[in-house]
């Protein structure tokens, strides 16, 4: 059987979360599925970035970029061309004409729960203007993939309710997370010399990033030598956080250290007093993970998958409540005791996560698909 993957998001440089989980899948497959043939479909930016490592896998180019006409008018055939008996569609944005058997993963439910934060003026109105082709994309996916994978019950639970599917029909593949490769990484430039909280991701609304640096306000009043430090891609909402940090008079105390290489970012998880993930929306929640896979306390939102992933190897607060945050996060600061309950618990809690059983539960999802 010929099976192909949507990964024109291949790569975590360039596609962060969805990029690196078709990294792991696709390396995974090529350990375990020697029998059905795969194509990888890529896009001009990263088609250089994966090199099939064995005989059944091999790569094309598709000229399609996301969210584009191309990809609407032009996919469409090059699926049909390359006869594939499967494609799996990693993400939500795919051709809504195409009719072939497909599976979809779809990650979380932001796109229609939360409205994106976008510049104002005729950019900013073109963005929201994409809102209602990708709800409609997301619709479209949910309704007729043969199989929907999601990383989560939660996320599991919205679409059945939303779209009205079958129980059957959504399966859970618990993602994984990304070992450190450095065990004692070097300080970055400007690294904090005291006590620091940490954040990595993007500082779109439901990430919830106003209302953390409204409560490390309140923190600072009794840990006048907390830093906050907050890694990310550069954009609009980057920019009107740097601008809050600054309208709350934090000045020096709040970093913004923009993208970071994979070694900052290990420095970043081991040298943290905690890891904070104040978002609401989630589907999966990987970067808790990742911190607790290098010993941080993680202290993160009671609010969609996170307690669902984290169990109790995280400390909740109210992501609602400024108050609430400042003094969940506080307890783990003040309490050594509590700070090694997470970091035990931390570790015990990686042991059900592993992107080898995500890509053995996608192909038994493939050979059923296939099957029926």
Known sequence: MKILIDARMYGHEHFTGIGRYIEELIARLEELDTTNDYVILLGRNNLDSYTPQVPNFTKQLAPCAHYSFAEQLLLPGLLSGLRAD?????????????????VTTIHDLTTITHASKTRP???????????LPARLMMRRAAKSSATVLTPTRYVKDGLMHRYDLADHSVVVTSEGFT?????????????PSGPFLFYVGTYYP??????????????????????LVLAGKTDYTYEAAGK????LGLGDSVSFVGRISDDELSWYYQNCAVYVFPSVSEGFGLPGLEAMAQSAPVIAANAS?????YGDAAHYFDPLDTKDIAAKIAEVLDDAKLQAKLRSAGTARLKDFSWETMAKQTLEVYKRVLGD
């Open 206 to 227: 439901h990430k919830n990033i106003d209302r953390l640096l409204q409560a490390f306000v309140l923190l600072r009043q009794d840990h006048p030598d907390l830093a």
């Open 305 to 309: 998958c996170l307690p669902e992933v």
């Open 86 to 102: 499967l494609v799996h569609f990693p993400s939500f944005n795919q051709p809504l004409l195409y009719g072939g058997k497909h």
């Open 244 to 247: 809050l940090a600054k309208d």
């Open 121 to 131: 003026g005729l950019i900013g109105g073109l963005k929201r203007l994409k809102r």
């Open 179 to 191: 070992k450190p490769q450095v065990t004692k990484p070097k300080a970055p430039q400007n690294a």
